[in-house]
């Protein structure tokens, strides 16, 4: 199995807090990934990461913000958390951007 | 604007009987294409993959093929077992998009003994 943690795994909030969520590789791959999960929309790509400190914003990058200081974290984060938000958030990781991509455990975030 | 279609939500066969789940896309520019299978409170997992320039491709039980005039794919899973019960998504790599994998919603494959 790839090297990726995500942290926490677990987290309950409250509307209008920040919250950040993290991803950590050992494999040392140049690409990384926050998805979103959610009932009738499979997977859904937030923003990504071609380096360090290159990011890009996905199909449903509002509300988000993401940083990538070392190649090994990728940090998603979510400024004012909404209802909406509410959601299983994967990280995942890729040597090539044309290869398969390995994904993290998931964080399972609930916004109350 | 889905350009990745998995029809169906779930698929439900008999263990040791052949499984089959299709995706259908609509962007021709897609030239690869993935499968990933995803246990509950786990992260997907890659399961196979095809280029655009093959029509098959095999790994043990799993077999992709890949239909481009009719922009369709499918896994199929012989012989199914209870443990291949999970969600299996389609993915599609291309598109005009660099970096982006666009995936289907996914079709919950439950093998029953």
């Known amino acids: 199995d790839a090297g990726i943690t995500q942290s926490p795994r677990h987290k309950v909030t409250e509307t209008g807090t920040p919250v950040t969520l993290r991803c950590h590789q050992t494999?040392?791959?140049?690409?990384m990934y926050w998805y979103r999960q959610d009932p009738g929309h499979g997977l859904r790509l937030i923003h990504y990461?071609?380096?360090?400190?290159?990011?890009d914003k996905g199909e449903v990058s509002d509300g988000y913000s993401v940083s990538r200081s070392k190649t090994e974290d990728f940090l998603l984060t979510l400024e004012s958390a909404t209802s909406s938000q509410t959601s299983v958030y994967f990280c995942a990781i890729s040597e090539s951007e044309r290869l398969e991509q390995y994904f993290g455990p998931g964080t399972r975030l609930t916004v109350t | 604007d889905q350009q990745v279609k998995q029809n169906s939500p779930s698929l439900s066969v008999q263990e040791g009987r052949i499984s089959i789940l299709n995706c259908d896309y609509t962007?021709?520019?897609?030239?690869?294409f993935l499968w990933y299978k995803k246990y509950p409170a786990e992260g997907p997992t890659f399961l196979i993959s095809?280029?655009?320039?093959?029509d098959k491709n095999e790994d043990g039980r799993f077999t992709v093929f890949l239909n481009k005039s009719a922009k369709h794919l499918s896994l199929h899973i012989v012989p199914s077992q209870p443990g291949d019960s999970a969600v299996y998504f389609c993915a599609a790599w291309g598109g005009g998009s660099n970096y982006k994998l666009t995936f289907g919603k996914g079709t919950l494959l439950t093998v029953n003994p």
């Open positions: 095809i280029s655009s320039i093959k």
């Open positions: 990461s071609y380096g360090v400190k290159d990011t």
């Open positions: 494999e040392n791959h140049r690409y």
């Open positions: 962007n021709s520019m897609f030239d690869y």
